[in-house]
Each structure stands twice: as C-alpha cells, then as structure tokens.
C-alpha cells in the first residue's frame, strides 16, 4: 500500500469513529476530513470546494424546497386524516399511516414525510387508546422505505445516480429505482404492519382522546415561593407527596449546587428549585398547595396556561434547527419571542442537572407557552415541528393544486428526459417561487445546510478515495478473498456492509464511499455494476440499527420515549427482510 492510501484509510476511519462518536456535527467532521486531505495532499486544492456545484448537490437542494412546498399544503395531512378515523386495529391503523407517508417519502424529503405524517399519528393513537411509541419508529423507517422509489426520495439516490454519470457515463433515471426499490420498502411494510410494531417498546405513555399527555414526562422545573409548606421540611416529605401525583423528584438545585433526590433528608428552604419528572397535566392542585411555582412569570401552575389567549404547545426539534446545541439561557425565549418553556422531555432526561443548562439536540420534545400566535411563530423560527398540539384540518390549503402542479411538471420534465435533474427540479423550485407558492426565506430555510455542506465536504473525499487506487485495492482484496463465491453473495457482502456503515455514518456519506467501490468491485468480476449500485442504494437507506442511522430516527426519539438501544429491535428484522427482498429482486431486474 502507499503512502497516500494508508492515509486515505485512516482519514476515513478517523472521520467513521468522529461520526459514531456524534458529539460534533456531521457536517463539520466532513469539513475536518476535506481539510486534513488538503493538508496531506490527497485533493488538489482548486478541487477542494466543486463539490458545491456538483449536479447531486444542486438536486438535493431543490428537491428540498419542492418538499417544503408540498408539505405545506397539508395535502398529506387531510389524507392520512381522512383513512384512519374511527380505525381502533393496531395493524390497520398502521398500514393506514404508513403506506401514503412511504409514497410521499418517493417524491419529496423523507424528514418532511415522517414530520408532516408525525402529528397525524399523534392525535390518531390518541384516539385509538394507542400509544404514540407504536406508530412512531414504524413511521420513521416507512419514510425511509419511501425513499427508495425514485431517484429524488432521498439524498444517496441522487448521489449514487451522479457517480454512476461519472464512472459510467449515464445517470439513472426518475423511476430507475421503482421495481427494486417498491418491492424492498412493501415488503419492510407487510413485516412492520403484520409483526415488527410488535417488537417497539411502549415507553411512551397511551395518548388521551383530548390531547393532552401525548409524549409522557417532562422535566420541569419548580421553585419552592414563599410561604410553601415545604419549608423547613426534609426533601424526602415533597417526594412523598409527589409521588401520589405520579411525579418524581430527580433533585433540588440551589444557587450553583445540585443536590440528588437521595439526599432525602436535606432542608428545603425557600427559593430551592426542584427539578421534578412527570407528565405536567398531573401537577395541576398540588404544585399550588405545596407553595411551588414553574419557572414561568406571573403565572403558578399548568392550568393557568390555559385560560385567556395562552395556551401550550408541544414542539420537537428538527434536524438542523437554529436551536441545536443550545442552551435554555442562550435562547432567551421570553425576552426575544415572549413564549416560555415549561418543562423539555428526553429519553435521557434523569442524566440532566436542570433546564437552564439544558442544551438542545434533534428529537428534543419542548412544552411550550405563550400566545396561540407567538408560540407559532416561535416553533417556525427555531426549526421545531409541531405534535399533537398543532390544530389538524381535513381540507388542503389554498392554492395546493397549483403547487401540486408546479411539482409534477418538473418530475415530467425529468422523467420524458427534457433536461438533466438538477435543471428539472431547480426550474420547479424557481417556478413555485415566482408564483408565490413559497417565499425567499422559507426555500432558504427549506434547505439544510448541514446536508448540502456534508456532501460537497465529502464528494472530493470520495474522489480522492478513488484516485489514491484505494478503491480498487479494496475491490482487489474482496474479489480475491471470495473467490470461488457466487457474484449474489458478493452483493449480499456489498448490501450488509453498507447497512452497517450506514448505521453509523451519514447515510449520504455512506453513499458517496461506497457506490464508487461497488462500481469497481463489479467490472473485476465482470458483472453489472448496476446491480451493485442498487444493492448499495438499498444498503444506504437501510439504516434501521441506530438512532443516529438517519434523521428521521432522531426526530421520533424524543416523542416515541425511544432509548438508544430500542432502534434494534423492528430494526434488525427489518434489515433482513430488506436485504432478502434485495437479493430476490435486484437479479431479476438488474441482472448480474
């Protein structure tokens, strides 16, 4: 090996682990990669940023705003609305919500998907006395599936179609990916809807019809005002009493020292704040007759909050939402947007000391409240999504037909071959904004910066990947090792290896390595690369394991009650019925 490939090798297990790691951004590691392979001279530097331009870039961004377009017409709302009322069947109800989220996935971003789908989902299994933890990673992994459908459902679609350009000197068209792709993501659907929802842990408590409770127990934090009955009392007297209220005490701050709940026979005194874990509509009374107050102004208890114009709202955060990574007091909610924040809700909560040191991250589920039309106005500033609280309609927003049009036009375009995708969907997203379907800001914001920087960081990674000879020295070294073997189990190899990497790292990422290695590895057995790229189109977007596998799984953590450990349990099962559909249909269409 030279000097230059070992190098390349041990960029990429540097940047694998960082991404594993998960306490950096996954677009400043691949940030960090590009640089250290300028450093090393591995890529030539007025190479070093055209992956900006490149044509899957310039895709996946425009694909991003048409998604937004369609999501917010609210077209898949009323519909999913529509067929599952009155549904009570746990199968049903599931196949209802699942099969038109997976289909949206095939033609727009599969995170607008799962969070347009996400507060349908909600309120049904509130309806249905089910759990939210039921319908939610199923929903997350169909939006996935969806994604398989089409060159545009997801962002290593477009990518492995851009290097297939490259290598091979065509990309694959719109509906390329259909016959493979349909047959994988119905048959994760039969599996999920018949038998793998089975296997989801219920964490998250069962929804009630009128809304409230939905995602489970908050952390909140409470003061002890004066004139409490607390006061003078050892702490274990409030835990008593809060535990009849279904409620628990994690500790008691005061000043800059956390004292733990175990400490049971310290003095409360006044000012004390308790940081108590508990669904809020279960405070209610018994806040107001202990003396303490939530951490918001002129108003004592949750049921205040409703009376007037205030009401309260849940929101999750987003993948790349301006809030991420930020803490309670740099966000200064009621001094900026004059909304509070009552309590903030995940999977983890315990492990935190308190709300004000609290720094957010995707999947993060905040209660909210304020005015009707602040909180509002607040969710779409910071990137959040709206749950349960968010007011449904069955009928599609003005002017939907219009921007349904404007959308299929450009899929026209891009499928009867009249310019290549990026020129097809650009002029879409240019058309939806001189007709006041979209506005500036909200197709700038439509596009996550964190995605389209990861890509153009990583396209000249993967290009040094492949200059270095790593490429084919891998390509050499599997084939070698093989053998005798069948070229399917040589796709088999191809697909699990990728599901793995692809639970770990970026799934964009996780296209751009290994689609130029699968090229290679098919022309030294002298069999059609492109069943080896559809093998790693359905590796990428299999990412089932991990909740860091993929967005969407992030998005649904927090509001499903998910550890990190659950993700394996549908995930696993659903990777295997993926890989054996692939196997099944990949050779009858792409024929090896």
């Known amino acids: 090996m030279s000097f230059d490939q070992i190098t390349i090798l041990i960029l990429l297990a540097a940047a694998l682990g960082l991404f594993a ?13 590009l640089f250290a392979a300028l450093l090393f001279g591995l890529v030539p ?68 998907a799962l969070a347009m789908v996400m507060p349908v989902a909600i309120a049904v299994c509130a309806s249905a006395g ?20 089409t060159l545009i459902g997801t962002p290593p679609n477009v990518i492995i179609s851009g290097i297939r350009a490259d290598k091979l000197g065509e990309p694959f068209h719109l509906f390329d990916f259909a016959m493979v792709g349909g047959g994988v993501a119905l048959a994760g659907l039969i599996y999920t809807v018949l038998i793998g929802w089975r296997l989801v842990p219920q964490r998250s408590p069962v929804a009630k019809s009128d809304g409230s409770d939905t995602i489970g127990e908050y952390l ?16 274990h007297v409030a835990i008593e009493k809060l535990d009849g209220q279904d409620a628990e005490i994690i500790g008691l701050l005061r000043g800059s020292v956390t004292i733990p709940s175990a400490a049971q026979w310290t003095v409360v005194r006044e000012g004390d704040m308790l940081l108590i874990e508990t669904a809020p509509n279960m405070l209610g009374d018994t806040l107001r007759e202990l003396g303490l107050m939530l951490l918001k102004p002129k108003h004592a208890v949750l049921e205040d909050a409703k009376t007037g114009n205030l009401h309260v709202a849940e929101a999750v955060v987003r993948p790349g939402a301006e809030i991420e990574g930020q803490s309670v007091l740099d966000l200064r909610l009621r001094q900026r947007h004059q909304v509070n924040l009552l309590g903030v ?27 009707a039309n602040r909180v509002e106005e607040t969710m779409a500033q910071l990137g959040l999504l709206p749950l349960a609280g968010r007011q449904l309609s069955l009928r599609p927003k003005p002017g939907a037909i219009a921007t349904l049009l404007i959308a299929l036009a450009g899929l026209a375009a891009l499928t009867i071959g009249l310019a290549p995708a990026e020129i097809c969907l650009a002029g879409s997203a240019i058309a939806l904004l001189l007709t006041g379907r979209l506005s500036l800001r909200e197709a700038y914001g439509a596009i996550d910066i964190s995605v389209i920087v990861l890509l153009a960081a990583m396209m000249p990674v993967g290009d040094a990947f ?89 998005l649904v953590m927090g509001p499903g009650g998910y550890r990190f450990g659950d993700y394996w349990r549908l995930g696993l099962p659903l990777e295997i019925v993926s890989l054996l559909a692939a196997l099944v249909l990949i050779p009858i269409f792409w024929p090896l």
Do not use: Y
Request: charged share 10%; glycine share 10%; net charge neutral.
């Open 466 to 554: 492949e200059a270095t000879g790593t490429t084919g020295l891998i390509a050499d070294l599997v084939a070698g090792l093989a053998g005798s073997l069948a070229p399917i189990w040589l796709l088999a190899i191809v697909i699990i290896v990728t599901m793995l990497v692809s639970d770990i790292l970026n799934n964009a990422a996780t296209a751009v390595l290994m689609a130029p290695l699968a090229i290679d590895l098919a022309q030294r057995l002298e069999v059609n690369p492109d069943a080896f790229l559809m093998g790693v189109v359905v590796g990428a977007t299999c990412a089932f394991l991990t909740p860091i596998g993929h967005q969407n799984n992030l």
């Open 21 to 33: 790691w998960g306490r950096w951004r996954h677009d400043l590691v691949a940030l960090l990669v």
């Open 130 to 149: 089910q759990s939210p933890s039921m319908a939610l990673m199923p929903l997350s992994f169909a939006t996935m599936l969806g994604g398989l459908l």
């Open 345 to 371: 809700s995940r999977a983890d909560a315990s492990q935190f000391r308190g709300l004000r040191n609290w720094r957010f991250a995707t999947g993060d589920v905040l209660l909210l409240q304020g005015e």
């Open 220 to 235: 909140i934090e409470a003061s002890v005002a004066p004139g409490s009955s607390l006061i003078g009392q050892p702490l």
């Open 45 to 112: 530097f007025e190479r070093a940023f055209l992956g900006f331009g490149h044509p899957a870039v310039i895709t996946v961004a425009a694909a991003l705003v048409i998604s937004r377009a369609v999501a917010a017409t609210g077209i898949l709302d009323g519909v999913a609305l529509r067929i599952t009322r009155g549904v009570k069947s746990p199968s049903l109800l599931l196949l209802l919500l699942l099969l038109p989220a997976a289909i949206a996935s095939g033609f727009m971003n599969n995170v607008a």
